[in-house]
Structures are given as C-alpha cells and as structure tokens.
C-alpha cells in the first residue's frame, strides 16, 4: 500500500487504496468518497444472556453503541473542513504553487511544464466552480500547506476530493 503525504510537512493525505483519477496535466487526483456506517456491530450467537450478554427480556444493562454514518475518506485521515473566500483561496494556491514549483524544480524538473499549464487550468476550474466546493486541512490544521477540496458530483451521495499530486510524496507502507 501507499500513503500520499505532503511534500512539505509529511502529514498523510490520502492513499492508493482509494481509485485515483488524474486530471490537468496529472497535477490533480481526484478521488470519489463514500459514506460508511462505523460502529454499533451488533451479533447474536444465539446463546442469549449464558456470555455475559443481555436477555431480549432484560432491562438495560448493556452498552450502548450507536452506529455512525461518516465519510470513509474524512474519517481516514482526520479531515476538518475550513473556509475560504474565493480572494483568500486564489491567493493560497499561489503561494502553494509557488512552492510546489520550487520543490518539482529541485526534486522532478521534467515535472516543471506540466505542473504549471495544470495548476493554471486548476485554478480556472476552481474559480469556476468555487460555490459548489467544500475546502478540508488535514489533521493539524496546517493551513500552508496541502489543503484537499472536495464538491458533490452529479448523482453522488458523498463528495469527491480533489488532490494537487504534485505537492505529495508517495511513501510505499
């Protein structure tokens, strides 16, 4: 397995075990989430109250475990979402940009082209599309750093996130 973490502060992002799909010139991921129901596992080995367990004619007694339905993805690594306006989001990706840059042109030169003709038409589609958008930090909050976006598709019930491949570091697990 992989584990995509910022270049910059190492913090994990996302994963290969979620399909990837490319987009502008490879410097953005895109990957469809899902809403999960996450705990409240309930079995019945039919053996009743005889394992410590509670007889359906007991009173409460139990635990009680409540089942949760949460976005595999944000629940994975411990997104929080965050605001932006559109002004304040233009000028993040810039400076982000500017140092995505420097780091391709220190690590993967031939990257150089690509990522800049990408992250202009990334930033169009972003500009574009900006209302329908959800912005998330990883889980220091680090908000120089990688910032993962995240909108609704036509017929989805759970949102895409949008990744900029460029600023990650695979690290093999």
Request: net charge negative; aromatic share 14%; proline share 2%.
């Amino acid at each position: 397995m992989k584990i995509y973490v910022d270049a910059f502060s190492g913090e994990e992002i996302v994963s290969d075990s979620f399909n990837m799909e490319e987009k502008f010139e490879g410097v953005i991921g895109e990957v469809q989430s899902q809403d999960i129901v996450k705990g409240a596992l309930n079995v019945d080995v039919g053996a009743g109250g005889h394992f410590g367990g509670k007889n359906e004619d007991e009173e409460d007694g139990g635990v009680e475990d409540q089942a949760q339905k949460v976005n595999n993805i944000i629940d994975a690594f411990k997104y929080a979402e965050t605001q932006f306006t559109k002004a304040d989001y233009v000028t993040y990706f810039k400076a982000y940009a500017k140092k995505v840059k420097a780091y391709l042109e220190a690590n993967k030169p031939d990257r150089v082209a690509s990522f800049q003709k990408g992250a202009g038409e990334f930033i169009k589609w972003v500009s574009a599309n900006f209302n329908e958008l959800q912005f998330y930090c990883p889980e220091s909050y680090d908000m120089e750093n990688h910032i993962v976006l995240g909108y609704y598709k036509e017929g989805q019930a759970a949102p895409a996130f949008v990744y900029i491949l460029d600023g990650l570091k695979e690290v093999k697990m």
